[in-house]
């Protein structure tokens, strides 16, 4: 009947170490060590500074997230609000201090990162409205004052990212907290009628779009359009995806990549050049290994005992699908290009560190999944 | 309690709407499969290809043109290797030091400087910038020396167009250059072999046979990355030297025919009078070909551009001249063949002849007295054919004129500047001059002045064709082994051979015979016109008849004054002419020799064949020596 409000569990740190999910843990290892060979591809098969760099990122922030996974999932719970209050902050302190590069301000320099703090709100927003869907009553989920509070908790962050300007990220952090919407019960009459609002509206949006925007939108729909321009990138990475073939040009042989043809394949096309040296073969490959790490997320929230846990699994296993989704249909010329890293084989410590708190967490509802949250 | 209930039914809600949204994910990730497969199992192929395309990138370098050589093989356009000094700038340190110190090395001029660094900024900084074209020894090894310390800095060996006998061939082979775009559009083949740096012809043989010279480019693969620089070569794929080809010229009547022209306007044409091969051509003055290869300076432009002797223009095939008393033996033999007079027809010369009270000279004030048809020959007499052509009329004239090919094009399938001029009769008269012949312009025909223009080759072809016996013949630059594409070049080497030594000129040989008689009077017998150039060895005698062509309409009062040749003004001195044929005994040699205002053609032209017969006679023993045409390797 009485429920501990201890922050501290009573298993001891073998215990939790037995805990811990090994399967995610070694899944999470072989694609951060994929993703170090990669990066040494994109580096024309030499130790230089993006290797380098994102080993050691990789290092930190697979500690950090093992550190996380000690806390106990309360202390997650408790402090969601605030961790959400101090991104709100960063984003507003980035939009009036931060570095801008090719014509956005997204970064705030940290001398040893260039942090992007929308980066880190795709994981801040999960939190906030997990906390917000685990404390509020079935009853009252799709009251008025509840859907407006949840609307707010989102659009505060996309207000601030798109005036950054950065569509992309916007885009994700709105998904990644309508995914908790969702799945904490809001009517499914009310997607269905925002979503036919947002059909009606759509020419309204696109008229408000930055010219870059509305040329990336063109481009998709016809890459051939302007193919030394705006289709370049769309045309490249099919071309490096499509003459990959079934077991790839081998490693370190990617011409594409190798000989510059490649736009960003350092971030957002990394998947592109993996997929050109390891082909058919490898692309699945790498899609089974983030499906596992997707399903291991799953089984730890659908095991998680408390409403929190499970909403910050499933939002962050939605959200981890989504990131690559959107990635993948990208680099394939499903999507028009927006920028959007893969997780873990993208080289950016911002989206790195989001990812591994995100995982951290997760691991820590992993090891206190019989921990209920008043 | 009711808390937990509560949180029963909410982790119910959460989840199912997880395992909606687990679905989905699945159904989103096939399509993405889907996708990859179709792009990378499906269309394989297609994006192989666009890969290959976007990392390979082709390079041609300038294929090694065909060397031309003489009827003997000697090399008259070659290739020469030479050294070009190229810099890579993206290899140079401090690139304005690097051109200031080649500035003191090569001693290059402040606007070449200027035009250099120009060309840099055009250009990627890792292609090749070239700062001499053709750099002399002396320069190369001061270069090397100091290459050490010149970074980027990349002596390279090329080939590149040669001319050995310098200017002695100008006028037959053309010279190459640079192609502008006119060169370029005009002709496919250039299109398609044209690279930065090659050459193409831009007159005479080098341009009419460009598609034999041209050969095949070589071919650099290379993988590029995106900015085109190249990484590393993948292939390299040897061209092919252009054809060879071997015209019928021989390099010693050629230089010697440049020798005896040095300094005068004119043009010496050497034909053999059965296989119509041209033995010499050659238009003075002359200009080096060498000095286009690399683009010519504009002092040198402007000096032969300038020059009074009008060394551009190629007077064997383009010079339109009077033939004057040269045409008498074609005026005498279309007499002979029209029946309007035999060998014991006589005029009375009286030094001149009164017509319609026009009075015409002959150019013997005193006149000739008697002449028959050989007298009149021998000294030309003009009173006589002013008489026969009178008689003749100018459209019987014409006939045997054309048949002889005056007024035609003779080398025209080689030499698109070749002139046809005109051998006029009355139709022609009201066509182009829109007025009715008039008799006395007969009479001034008959001597070779008034509307008739020829060319020197003509007057060759012309003696050429009596000499053999008065058979047709098709003269030719290039002998009968050249293997060539272009069918404008392999038609005429047939018609060549078709025609050569089977078509008769005449209605009957003895009236040929009379007229060869009459030119070897002309120069052989006392009182020749050419007499004094004769030479009594029968292996080289020769038979010819001397011309001086009017420039201009000699005045009443300048007849009176009789100048001497150095006291009228350059401009305005007779043309002087010379055809004639040899040996006289077994003809097998024609020439006409022109030399511009050089006054009477007794003086100026004949003493010219004198020697140029011992040397063409003496020549023609290696020339019949030679391998049969299938055996001698070209």
Known sequence: MFQHTRLNSDQNFFQKVKNLDYILLLSILILSTLSLFVMYSTDGGELLYHTKSHFIKLSVFFALMLLISFFNIKFWHLSSYFLYGIIILLLIWVSIYGIKVSGSQRWMNLYFLALQPSELMKIGIILCLAKYYHRVSVEKVNSFNSIFFALTIILIPIILVVSQPDLGTSILIASSGLIILWLGGVKIKYFFFSFITFLISLPFIISNLQPYQKLRILTFLDPDRDPLGAGYQIIQSKIAIGSGGFSGKGFLQGTQSYLDFLPEKHTDFIFTLFSEEFGFIGSIGLLLLYLIIIIRIIRIGVISRSSFAKLFCFGFAFSIFIYITVNLSMVLGLLPIVGSPLPIMSYGGSSMLATMIGFGIVLSAKVHSKQAIA | MIKDNFGIRKSDIINRRMFIIGAAKLII?????????????????????????????????????????????????????????????????????????????????NTRVERIKKKKTQLKPWESLIISENLSWDEFSKINNYLYELAGVKPVMTISRDYPFNDIYTHVLGYVSQPNEDDILANEIIQEKFVPGIKVGKLGLEKTLENDLIGINDIQRYEVNAYGKRINQLEYQKGKQGSKIRITLDTEVQKLSAELMKGMAGSISVMDIYTGEIIAMYSSPSYNPNSFLFGISEDEWQLIRNNPLKPLINKTLSGLYSPGSTLKPIVALSALENGIMDTNFKVQCKGKMELHGQTFHCWKEKGHGWMSLNNAMKQSCDTYFYEIARKLGVDKLKVTADKFGLGKKVLGEYFENEKAGQFPDTRWKINEIGKGWVLGETLITGIGQGYTQTTPIQLCLMTAQIANGGYKIKPKILTDDNQLTSEQVKKAMKDNNLYNSHIPLFNDQKNIKIIQEAMFSSTNELRGTSY???????????????????????????????????????????????????????????????????????SAAAPMATKLFKLIVDRHQYRKKLPDYKEFNI
């Open chain 2, 29 to 109: 990730f096939g399509g993405i499969i889907a996708r990859l497969f179709s792009l990378q199992i499906n269309d394989n192929k297609k994006y192989l290809t666009l890969s290959d395309k976007n990392r390979i990138r082709e390079w041609k370098l300038p294929p090694t043109r065909g060397n031309i050589v003489d009827y003997f093989g000697n090399i008259i356009a070659g290739n020469l290797k030479i050294y070009q000094l190229h810099v890579i700038p993206e290899q140079v340190e401090n690139f304005n030091y690097l051109i200031s110190r080649l500035k003191v090395i090569l001693q290059l001029s």
């Open chain 2, 532 to 602: 004094k150039s004769r030479i009594d060895d029968p292996k080289y005698q020769f038979a010819g008849k001397t011309g001086t062509a009017q420039v201009k309409r000699i005045s009443k009062r300048e007849r009176e004054l009789d100048l001497k040749i150095f006291q009228i003004p350059y401009e305005e001195r007779d043309h002087a002419l010379y055809i004639a044929f040899g040996p006289y005994k077994n003809p097998r040699y024609a020439l006409s020799i022109i030399v511009e205002h050089g006054g009477s053609g007794s």
